[in-house]
Every structure is written in C-alpha cells, then in structure tokens.
C-alpha cells in the first residue's frame, strides 16, 4: 500500500463519486521514530495525512486510545489511517474495566484531557502526550499547573477542547515528535490565528517539536533530534515568563 | 592459469546462449577471490558480536552464506561501473571501496563511520556505490537511473541493480523493468534469491519463483550463487548482453545463513537441519576452497595463513573502533542540503541551529563535487534555449555556406544572443569562480560520447 491509494483513491473517491462510493478503510500501521533505525525509518506521518480533506487520522497514545480509536475507525464508513508509535507497542498501560467491554469506542475527532490544570496549555499527541506529561510532572514541582491535552485525533482536529482549556490557562505549548514545517503544531497556531480564542492567549504560543533534519543513527544525534521533558519544560518557561 | 568446466550453472531464458562453462581460473585471482570471502564473511562475523555487544543498534542484515554473489559479481565491474544494492549491503560496502573500518565504524556509530555514524547499517556509499536503501525494492528503479546516466554520458558503464526475491514482489521493480527495456539502458538487475524473505519462504511470497523470469520481455539468466566462478563467469556475460543488448535479469540462487536481521534468529520458518545440509554441501567457501585445493592453485597452509591473517586484522579493527566518538552535537543539523538556503535549522524549541557542510571532509578527502565539475546539463527554459541556439547556429552555417556556394550573402538567421537563458548572476555567491559563471552558460553541443571500451581491454577491475 502506497501513499498514492490512501491519497488518490481512497481519500478522494467518495467525493468525485458526489457521495456514491464511500471506502470504509482501515490503514493501520507503525508511525514515528523508533530506535536506532535512521532516516528511512524514522518518521511521523501524522502532519502528511492530516493534509488530505477525505481522511480521517488518528494517533493513540495508550492502550485506551488504541483500542478504542481502532474499533472506531473500523465501524466509520470512512477512510482512517491510524499511526501507531512503534516505540508505544510494548508498553503496557493499566486500563479500566470498560475499556475491555467489546463496545468501548473513542470517539474520532475528540481530544482528551489527561491532567487538568490551571497556568498552561500542552497539547500533543502520540508518544509526545508522555513528554508532555513528564514535563507537568516537572512543571508541578514548581508550582505551575499544566494541562496536558491528548488530541487522539490529527484529523478531525479538536480545536473546541484546546480553545476552553486556553480560556482557562491563557498559555498554549505543542509538543509532537514530527517535523516542525506544516506540522500539526504549526496547524494549530494558525487555527488560534483564525480565531477569537486568540484574544485569550497572554503570550505567543510555542511549537516543540522533532528537529528539522532527518533522523540520524547516531545515539546522541537521535537522542537529541526528539523533544523531551526538559526542552518542554524550558519552553513553557519560556511562555510563562519564568525562568 | 587453470580451466575448470562448470555444472549445472546456468539455467537460460529468452537467450540463444549462455556464459563459457568452461572457465579459467589464475592463482592470483582465486587467492583475490578467496581472501575476498573470507573478509567478508568475518566482517560478518565481527558485526554480529558488536551487535550482540549492543554496539550496534537498530537494523542489521548480515551477508553470511552469499559471498560467493558480491565476490564474483566485483570481480569483473570495472571502475567505470556502479553498483546499487538493498539493506543487505555490507559486502557490497566493502567490496566497492569503503574499507572495513569505515564499514565497522558506521555501524557502530562513530564518527571514522563511512557515513559519519548518521546513516548506520543500511545506509553505506562509496565511489560508484550508490548505497545500502533501507526501502524494500526502491533501490531498483533507483539503478535502472543510473544505468540511464551511464547510456546518458556514454562513458561504457554498467548498474547492477540488486534485490532480494522478496523485494522482486514490488511493483516499482515491474516499473524499472518496463523502462530499462524501453529504453535499452545497460542495466543488469540482480535478483539475489536467498529464498527467504523476511520470514518468508519463496513459494509462500512469490506466484513465479524463476526470478531470472520474470523480467518477461527481458532475457534472464539463472545461476548458481553459490559458486564464485560461475557468477564471475555470468557477471561478465551480463555486461557484454546489457552493453550491446540492454538489461538483462540474473537471479543469484544463494542461501543465508543468518536470520533476515537481527531481531530474526532465522530458525522458525526452516528447519536447523535445512541450514547445516547448505552450510557442509554447497557453502561459497568451503566449496571455491577445494577448487583452488583440486586445482593446485595454492596449498592448504597457504590458505589457512590467508583465515588467519582476516580474522587477526578485523579483530584489531574492531577493537580499535570501540575507542572512537560520536560525531558531535553541532553535526545534528550538517549536511541537509548541499547547498542550503536558510542558515538557521529549527531545533526542537526555536531556530537555535545552524546549518553546516561537512561532506567535503568526509573519507578524509572531498565528497561534494566541486563545480567546476558539475557538467551543467540544461533543463527547463534552459534547454529550450540551448536548442533554440543551437539550431540558429546550425542554420546561420548552412545559409553561409550555401551563400558562400552562390556568391552571394545570404541573410543571416537569428544570432545565437537572445538564445541565452536569464543571467543568474545574481544569485551566485561573490566568491564564485569564473569556471562556475562559465558552466551556466548553455553548454555547447554534447561531447560525442567516448567509444565504450570493450570489456576487458585492460581497464583494471575494481579493487
């Protein structure tokens, strides 16, 4: 499967059909950088899909996120892609009993709120929800209030819920382990741009995201190509004119 | 010099003849050869215990059990020829130039790595080796474009274009063939058939397992990869049919030893017996050895000497390896354009990087050619210029020739002046030289391309 099928003919076709054609699809597949791998291999596609009007694309985090978003984008009667982090697939997650139930589903085009806070806004997605909560956890240690906003969804995006949580926190920060130009950070500021929420922010928002290069096989290169917790900390900081 | 009369070797598909069986072998080859294999295996070797070491990380497919294939195929590519190759690419690595250490090292990681420890297993090049490609077939139609290049300058080169007979499923491969054909490019596509790919036998992967087949419309020929004569012997068949006949499909039928790569300890889809029953009747090595023993081209001694010198010399390589660093941080953002146009890369938080060239001292000797070299081809609205000149060169000659018949003047075409593509002088840094203002003139009619050396008209082989 190429990007020429998930492009030209799934994601297009119930439009040029005017609705005759929908493709209920289901592309599933390891996304983002894994280990020790390089460039070839190391790379989050959630900003490329997202590009495209007639997909749907999701991005789960935990072991909730990746059964409910899959079960979900199996029942929708359009083209999902879900880019599973091939880093994420051994880790496992304590999960609540209805997680298990055969009907779980959660819902597409939904974010989620993983820590409630008061002073900032992070919003990221895949293995980033981790160093964005690493990063709340640093942040609490001196006293500031992080809310860290799962998207789950690249695709529909959910900008309501990243809009009330900047009504409350007034700051805003992404975090996302792809490529920084026309990444889905950079979508999200534009959002903020095109919008009355806009007026809430105190102070710019800011994009941490992967390092604008391929990825290098190095150990300390790659290391030092993703965000982590101290650089999302740092510019939250940063935002909140704190040192 | 020996003649040896192969067997069972060559199977053949839309040719009227195949290879020589008949073959000569000279001392000083089959010891070349021989040392050859027994590096490469031990490189092989020494990878496999870094890696179990954790000093390799990540991907890693070792060569073990095909020698015979890069062994034999090098032995007659000439320095005018190119190689491209899959993941699969270590002894290609070597073999085309990159010594063991710049091999070892990029694996590892370190900066002595050929590819500066950023590209690591798959990602390996040298001169005329257009590298290990981590993308399962996407190498190929990569070679039917160098082969195009080799057609393009005329300079008598050959591409071995290599797969795997798991990557012979990709359609890019179909894609290759159809334009190699087409446009009668001097490309050899290399099937080499392990008969596994990535867990997978042949028959469970491939509705065709004659790979030397499959080309259709493209002659193939089927040898025996484990024997280093008859795929030196095929090799040199294959770059006298694609110089005068266009591509050609060899499949290599070899064995790995190893599993697909490390992650893969190779026994769940064969048997352990499957593999011991190939490593004691057909291994490249073992089986080249007591041909050189059969023949009396050197002694058992001699041979034993050659082991143990390889395996002393890689030991003290990879010793010394383990010592060397990483390249430093402020090469994160080096070498992502040749030639970049915003010095400022974006680090994970702000556009607090900078970019650098380091490819000129890469190898110790420079990389990026310089452009005074680069034969400025042109392209686009240059082109159409370029044409457009010409022709009103060519027509402003033929009028003052036929003029000059008649005795009279002829009135002259259009001159040669609004042909010239939009100077771009500005966007040339100050300190460009005059050779490279000159080389984005249009070019001159193409230089009539060099009469292709036949074969081995004392061109030395590569390495």
């Known amino acids: 499967m190429n990007d020429r099928s998930v492009?030209?003919?799934?994601?297009?076709?119930?439009?040029?059909?005017?609705g005759a054609v929908n493709v209920p699809i289901v592309f599933r597949g390891p996304n983002g950088a894994s280990a020790g791998v390089a460039a070839q291999h190391s790379q989050c596609f959630a900003a490329?899909?997202?590009?495209c009007p007639g997909l749907k694309v999701v991005s789960p985090y935990d072991t909730e996120d990746a059964r409910g978003l899959l079960k979900s984008a199996i029942r929708d009667p359009d083209p999902v892609v879900v880019l599973e982090n091939e880093l994420m697939y051994g880790v496992a997650f304590p999960v609540d009993e209805k997680v298990t139930d055969v009907d779980f589903l959660v819902p597409l085009g939904k974010a989620k709120i993983m820590r409630p806070g008061k002073d900032i806004t992070i919003v990221a997605h895949s293995k980033a929800v981790e160093t964005a909560l690493l990063s709340a956890a640093e942040l609490a240690k001196k006293g500031i209030e992080a809310e860290v906003i799962n998207l789950r969804s690249i695709r529909p995006l959910d900008m309501q819920t990243i809009f009330t949580s900047v009504r409350k926190t007034h700051h805003l920060i992404t975090v996302e382990n792809g490529w920084p130009q026309h990444g889905v950070g950079a979508e999200i500021c534009a959002r903020f741009m095109e919008d009355p929420a806009f007026f809430e922010l105190d102070a710019p928002v800011w994009r941490c995201c992967g390092v604008d290069v391929p990825m290098p096989y190095a150990k300390t290169l790659e290391l030092n190509a993703l965000p982590r917790e101290p650089d999302v900390t740092a510019a939250a900081l940063k935002v909140l004119g704190k040192k | 010099c020996s003649t040896l009369t192969l067997k069972n070797t060559f199977k053949c598909y839309e040719l009227e003849k195949g290879p020589p069986m008949d073959v000569?072998?000279?001392?000083?080859?089959?010891?070349?050869?021989?040392?050859?294999?027994?590096?490469?295996?031990?490189?092989?070797?020494?990878?496999?215990?870094?890696?179990?070491?954790?000093?390799?990380?990540?991907?890693?497919?070792?060569?073990?059990?095909?020698e015979a294939v890069a062994v034999g195929m090098c032995a007659v590519l000439q320095k005018k020829d190119?190689?491209?190759?899959?993941y699969r690419a270590h002894a290609w690595t070597y073999l085309m130039g990159v010594s063991a250490y710049g091999l070892i090292a990029e694996l590892v990681g370190v900066k002595t790595g050929?590819?500066?420890?950023?590209?690591?297993?798959?990602?390996?090049?040298?001169?005329?080796?257009?590298?290990?490609?981590?993308?399962?077939?996407?190498?190929?139609?990569?070679?039917?474009?160098?082969a195009l290049a080799h057609q393009y300058k005329g300079d008598g080169g050959v591409c071995v274009a290599l797969y795997g007979d798991g990557a012979s499923n990709q359609g890019q491969v179909f894609e290759a063939y159809n334009m190699a054909k087409l446009w009668g490019l001097p490309c050899i596509f290399v099937c080499e058939n392990n008969h596994y790919g990535m867990g997978t036998s042949i028959h469970r992967h491939a509705a065709l397992t004659d790979f030397y087949m499959r080309g259709q419309y493209i002659p193939g020929l089927w040898v025996d990869g484990n024997q280093v004569l008859a795929v030196r012997s095929a090799t040199q068949f294959a770059i006298d049919h694609a110089?005068?006949?266009?591509?050609?499909?060899?499949?290599?039928?070899?064995?790995?030893?190893e599993g697909h790569s490390m992650s893969d300890p190779g026994t769940a889809y064969r048997t352990r017996d499957e593999v011991q029953t190939i490593r004691t009747k057909?291994?490249?090595?073992?089986?080249?050895?007591?041909?050189?023993?059969?023949?009396?081209?050197?002694?058992e001694e001699e041979l034993k000497k050659i082991d143990a010198k390889v395996r002393?010399?890689?030991?003290a390589i990879s010793k010394k390896i383990l010592k060397d660093r990483e390249v430093g941080l402020d090469e994160l953002a080096a070498d992502i354009y040749s030639k970049n146009l915003e010095p400022n890369i974006r680090g994970v938080s702000g556009f607090n990087l900078k970019h650098k060239n380091v490819a000129d001292v890469c190898f110790g000797k420079a990389r990026r050619t310089p452009p005074s070299e680069i034969k400025d081809v042109p392209i686009g609205d240059a082109a159409f210029a370029a044409a457009q000149k010409k022709a009103s060169e060519e027509s402003k000659a033929r009028k003052a020739a036929a003029a000059a018949a008649k005795g009279k003047d002829g009135k002259d075409g259009k001159d040669g002046k609004d042909g010239k593509p939009p100077s771009d002088d500005n966007d040339k840094p100050k300190d460009a030289e005059p050779k490279e203002a000159k080389a984005a003139e249009p070019p001159k009619a193409a230089a009539p391309p060099k009469e292709p050396a036949p074969p081995k008209s004392g061109d030395k082989p590569k390495s």
């Open chain 2, 114 to 146: 050929c590819s500066r420890g950023k590209g690591g297993s798959m990602h390996t090049y040298g001169d005329n080796f257009y590298g290990g490609n981590g993308i399962v077939g996407a190498q190929v139609p990569l070679g039917a474009g160098i």
């Open chain 2, 282 to 299: 057909r291994d490249p090595i073992e089986s080249f050895r007591k041909q050189i023993l059969q023949l009396c081209l050197a002694d």
């Open chain 2, 243 to 257: 110089k005068n006949c266009g591509p050609i499909v060899l499949e290599m039928s070899t064995y790995r030893y």
């Open chain 2, 24 to 66: 000569e072998l000279s001392r000083e080859d089959a010891l070349k050869m021989y040392t050859q294999m027994v590096e490469v295996r031990r490189i092989e070797v020494v990878c496999n215990n870094l890696y179990k070491a954790k000093h390799i990380r990540g991907f890693c497919h070792l060569y073990n059990g095909q």
């Open chain 1, 7 to 18: 492009i030209n003919s799934a994601a297009k076709t119930f439009y040029m059909s005017a």
């Open chain 1, 48 to 51: 490329w899909y997202a590009h």
């Open chain 2, 82 to 86: 190119s190689v491209i190759t899959a």
């Open chain 2, 312 to 315: 002393k010399d890689l030991q």
